[in-house]
């Protein structure tokens, strides 16, 4: 089973930037940053697949990039101008379909 551990939350004022990190212990294919709010459903924001193609979220379009290294099985979410609707823990998982257990996460905290 593939462990997944995401790093580099943390607290930014509004129209920051946070770049955020998932290292994962086996193989992988297409994944994805997910995020979830307090009391609202965990939601993909961000897929990657094996190949380099991407897809977002319209609400984080134009803001979020995600981007991975498949020889370190390392998949990164760069987050630019950031607002307080943000604000949530941020997961890594394989994409569309998370079949991962769920790492612990991390989380995001941007002031208004």
């Known amino acids: 089973q593939v462990q997944l551990a995401e790093s580099g939350g943390g607290l930014v004022q509004t129209g920051g930037s946070l770049r955020l990190s998932c290292a994962a212990s086996?193989?992988?294919?297409?994944m994805g940053w997910y995020r979830q709010a307090p009391g609202q459903q965990r939601e993909l924001v961000a897929l990657?697949?094996?190949?380099?193609?991407?897809r977002y979220a319209d609400s984080v379009k134009g803001r979020f990039t995600i981007s991975r290294d498949n020889a370190k099985k390392m998949v990164w979410l760069q987050l630019n101008s950031l607002k307080p609707e943000d604000t949530a823990v941020y997961y890594c998982?394989?994409?569309?379909?998370?079949?991962?257990?769920w790492g612990q996460g991390t989380q995001v905290t941007v002031s208004s």
């Open positions: 998982n394989a994409a569309p379909q998370a079949s991962f257990s």
């Open positions: 086996g193989s992988i294919n297409a």
């Open positions: 990657i697949t094996t190949g380099g193609s991407t």
